[in-house]
């Protein structure tokens, strides 16, 4: 399984923005879709995005669709989250993940990152 670490996280005020980064190890990278999820405080986690093994197909929650985008870097190993006009209901821990797999709903059968704190202020 690959080791992921997420970097990028932040304070923000509405309407800012952030770019996510996780950096994954191992050579199977390119093998996994990758995604993001999130969990604000008090609440489940939660899918946000999702990109295919080669990123020419991508996915959102409709929480997010519009302001985030999901894009990866194969040849280094990375997968991003651009988020845009931000939202203090966008505040959470936003988690990176490899191996997802869609039945009714995003699942992830591999590695999960540490999680980086993003906090939006209105």
């Known amino acids: 399984q690959v080791q992921l670490v997420e970097s990028g996280g932040g304070l923000v005020q509405a309407g800012g923005s952030l770019r996510l980064s996780c950096a994954a190890s191992g050579r199977t990278f390119s093998s996994y879709h990758m995604g993001w999820f999130r969990q604000a405080p008090g609440k489940e986690r939660e899918f946000a995005a999702a990109i295919s093994r080669s990123g020419d197909s991508t996915y959102y929650a409709d929480s997010v669709k519009g302001r985030f985008t999901i894009s990866r870097d194969n040849a280094k190993n990375t997968v991003y989250l651009q988020m845009n006009s931000l939202k203090p209901e966008d505040t959470a821990v936003y988690y990176c993940?490899?191996?997802?797999?869609?039945?009714?709903?995003?699942?992830?059968?591999?590695?999960w990152g540490q999680g980086t704190q993003v906090t939006v202020s209105s």
């Open positions: 993940a490899a191996d997802l797999t869609y039945g009714s709903s995003w699942r992830v059968r591999g590695s």
